[in-house]
Every structure is written in structure tokens, then in C-alpha cells.
């Protein structure tokens, strides 16, 4: 072997070595379009809520048609989570036990959610639904009736009211939970979490793969989510308003 060939055979065996230990990506569609319009309208409808619902006075008319799209949002998700994606469904990202203490070790292999932001987006998902939801019975005796204030009584009413306001700030403390954990797994982890959920895409170790929810799955997510507000804004309960009487004539027979 004279010094050419060898020096030949030195660079083949440090390309070899590379590709063994370096690791070897392929990019997916890790949040698919359906995810990503419903997570990015969801912090919009929860900012016009926040901020509306401190406000108070004419804003909570506004505040009100929040809380509906806040309902029509989480109920579309938890369809999509059954239905949807590969990665938007419950099932992929759920923490069970074993992924806890996988991800506590180092040792999480999985794409999407870790199991401690699983929680997160759980617990998200949780308190929205019931933060939601009491408000569609609250009535501040000032500028807001909820629109299924109609169905309860005063008593519960209030319960309901006061429990709404709590949550608030539950949630507020949630979602700055949340915000640190992104700028955490951004500076110091390096792992952008921002940018998939903006265009979908992320480079994943290879071997991973996604499916799309499909139409029928989407058609059938969104009707539900229409049917949930329908339901919520109190349409089915209203009464019909009565028809009006015709003015009788005085003079008739004169």
C-alpha cells in the first residue's frame, strides 16, 4: 500500500466512524395543519379572553364570543386527539409511568410531546374546558349573563361565577408555566418548539413517521366542535319569541 492509498483509506475510515456515531435525521410533518391552526387561534382566543375579561363593562360582550370559540377550539382537539394525526393523538404522548422515568433518565426516544409537556398541554386542555364552561353559567349582575345562565339557579349561579374567576388566575399561572418551559427547552436544551408548531416540519431521529388525520376525520372534528358551540351559545333553549297580536279595531261596526 504506498502513502496515497493510505491516506485513502484513512478518510473512508473517519467517514465510516461518523456515520455510525452521528445521528441520523429525517424531517417529518410533525404537527399537521389542522394542529397548528387550532393551537395558534387558541392563544389568540385565550389572549381576547384574558385581556377582555379584566377590562370587563362593554368588553365582555366580546369576552363572551371568546369563551365560545375557547369551546369550540378544546372540543374540536380532544375529537382530533382521538381521530387526528399521529402526533396529535392522545395516545402518542400520553405519560405513562415507564416515559416518565425514561425522559427523568435521559432515555426518552420519542418525537412531539415529551411526557412532562404531555402533562402540560393535558392539564392546558383540562382547565380551559372547565374554565370554559363554568362561564357559560356565570352572571356578574353587572355587564355578563352567561348564555346558560338560564338553566340553573342563583345559588349555582354564583358557585359558578366565583369558581370562574379562580380559574383564572389558575390558568394564568399555567400558561407562564408554559411560556418558561419553551425559552428552557430554547436556550438551554436547543430544541426549537416554536418552529414546528409554525411550519409543521421537524428533524427527528430516522425511523419516526406520520400520518395524516385524513378528511373524514377532520369533517367529523369540526362538525362536533360547530355542534358544541351551537349547544353552548344557548340557541336550543331560547323560547321562541311569541307572535305578535293583531291590533283589534275599535270602530268595527260603527
Same mark, same amino acid.
Given at each position: 500500500?504506498?502513502?496515497?492509498?493510505?491516506?485513502?483509506?484513512?478518510?473512508?475510515?473517519?467517514?465510516?466512524?461518523?456515520?455510525?456515531?452521528?445521528?441520523?435525521?429525517?424531517?417529518?410533518?410533525?404537527?399537521?395543519?389542522?394542529?397548528?391552526?387550532?393551537?395558534?387561534?387558541?392563544?389568540?382566543?385565550?389572549?381576547?379572553?384574558?385581556?377582555?375579561?379584566?377590562?370587563?363593562?362593554?368588553?365582555?360582550?366580546?369576552?363572551?364570543? @371568546?369563551?365560545?370559540?375557547?369551546?369550540?377550539?378544546?372540543?374540536?382537539?380532544?375529537?382530533? $386527539?382521538?381521530?387526528?394525526?399521529?402526533?396529535?393523538?392522545?395516545?402518542?404522548?400520553?405519560?405513562?409511568?415507564?416515559? =416518565?422515568?425514561?425522559?427523568?433518565?435521559?432515555?426518552?426516544?420519542?418525537?412531539?410531546?415529551?411526557?412532562?409537556?404531555?402533562?402540560?398541554?393535558?392539564?392546558?386542555?383540562?382547565?380551559?374546558?372547565?374554565?370554559?364552561?363554568?362561564?357559560?353559567?356565570?352572571?356578574?349582575? =353587572?355587564?355578563?349573563?352567561?348564555?346558560?345562565?338560564?338553566?340553573?339557579?342563583?345559588?349555582?349561579?354564583?358557585?359558578?361565577?366565583?369558581?370562574?374567576?379562580?380559574?383564572?388566575?389558575?390558568?394564568?399561572?399555567?400558561?407562564?408555566?408554559?411560556?418558561?418551559? =419553551?425559552?428552557?427547552?430554547?436556550?438551554?436544551?436547543?430544541?426549537?418548539?416554536?418552529?414546528?408548531?409554525?411550519? $409543521?416540519?421537524?428533524?427527528?431521529?430516522? +425511523?419516526?413517521?406520520?400520518?395524516?388525520? $385524513?378528511?373524514?376525520?377532520?369533517?367529523?372534528?369540526?362538525?362536533?366542535?360547530? @355542534?358544541?358551540?351551537?349547544? @353552548?351559545? +344557548?340557541?336550543?333553549?331560547?323560547?321562541? @319569541?311569541?307572535?305578535?297580536?293583531?291590533?283589534?279595531?275599535?270602530?268595527?261596526?260603527?
Amino acid at each position: 500500500m504506498n502513502f496515497q492509498e493510505a491516506i485513502e483509506v484513512a478518510h473512508n475510515d473517519e467517514a465510516q466512524v461518523g456515520f455510525e456515531t452521528g445521528p441520523v435525521l429525517t424531517r417529518i410533518r410533525l404537527w399537521d395543519l389542522p394542529t397548528r391552526i387550532f393551537h395558534w387561534s387558541l392563544v389568540a382566543a385565550v389572549c381576547v379572553a384574558v385581556i377582555t375579561g379584566k377590562l370587563g363593562g362593554a368588553w365582555m360582550e366580546i369576552h363572551g364570543k @371568546a369563551g365560545l370559540t375557547i369551546v369550540g377550539l378544546v372540543t374540536f382537539r380532544i375529537v382530533w $386527539g382521538f381521530v387526528g394525526s399521529t402526533h396529535a393523538r392522545f395516545l402518542s404522548f400520553v405519560p405513562t409511568p415507564s416515559k =416518565i422515568v425514561a425522559y427523568l433518565k435521559g432515555r426518552w426516544q420519542g418525537v412531539g410531546h415529551n411526557p412532562l409537556g404531555a402533562f402540560s398541554v393535558l392539564a392546558l386542555l383540562g382547565l380551559l374546558a372547565v374554565q370554559a364552561s363554568t362561564g357559560l353559567f356565570t352572571n356578574d349582575d =353587572i355587564a355578563f349573563t352567561g348564555p346558560l345562565n338560564v338553566l340553573i339557579d342563583e345559588t349555582l349561579a354564583a358557585r359558578l361565577t366565583g369558581l370562574h374567576r379562580q380559574l383564572a388566575n389558575g390558568l394564568l399561572i399555567l400558561l407562564a408555566l408554559h411560556i418558561v418551559a =419553551i425559552f428552557f427547552y430554547v436556550r438551554f436544551k436547543k430544541d426549537n418548539l416554536v418552529k414546528p408548531m409554525v411550519t $409543521g416540519w421537524k428533524d427527528v431521529p430516522a +425511523g419516526q413517521s406520520a400520518s395524516k388525520g $385524513g378528511p373524514v376525520a377532520l369533517m367529523l372534528s369540526l362538525v362536533i366542535a360547530l @355542534a358544541a358551540v351551537y349547544v @353552548a351559545s +344557548g340557541q336550543p333553549f331560547k323560547k321562541p @319569541a311569541p307572535l305578535p297580536v293583531a291590533p283589534t279595531n275599535a270602530n268595527a261596526g260603527w
